[in-house]
């Protein structure tokens, strides 16, 4: 997801843009990767087009600081899924679920604090 922002990036100046593609099993020599090339389906010059803004959705603190200084470009927004919002395919950490499910408070996560387990 890191890769996101600079493909439309690329995209929005009408440029390629590819995104490597994790396939289990498979090796660094054989790295999959998708490429979108707009040339390839135009005739011609392609006009710049505005870029749509970036939204990640993320499952907890890290990951939100993770996106915000390693994406390969702009992102703008961030929206931080509790641990009961479900459908989303990063499985919130079991210590936060524990803690949601004690707490009829929104979950905040903090650093370096455990899950309280003794």
């Given at each position: ?6 493909a439309l990036d690329q995209l929005a100046a009408?440029q390629r843009a590819e995104l490597r593609i ?66 989303h395919n990063a499985p919130p950490r079991a ?24």
């Amino acid at each position: 997801p890191r890769a996101i922002p600079g493909a439309l990036d690329q995209l929005a100046a009408g440029q390629r843009a590819e995104l490597r593609i994790a396939v289990e099993g498979g090796t660094p020599e054989h790295e999959q990767r998708l490429v979108f090339d707009p040339a390839d389906y135009t005739g011609g010059a392609l006009p710049v087009l505005p870029r749509p803004a970036f939204l990640a959705i993320v499952s907890s603190s890290a990951l939100a600081t993770t996106m915000a200084r390693k994406a390969s470009g702009r992102v703008d927004g961030l929206v931080v899924e509790g641990a009961t919002a479900g459908g989303h395919n990063a499985p919130p950490r079991a210590c936060a679920v524990r803690q949601a499910c004690r707490s009829a408070r929104p979950l905040r996560f903090a650093r370096n604090r455990g899950c309280g387990r003794r």
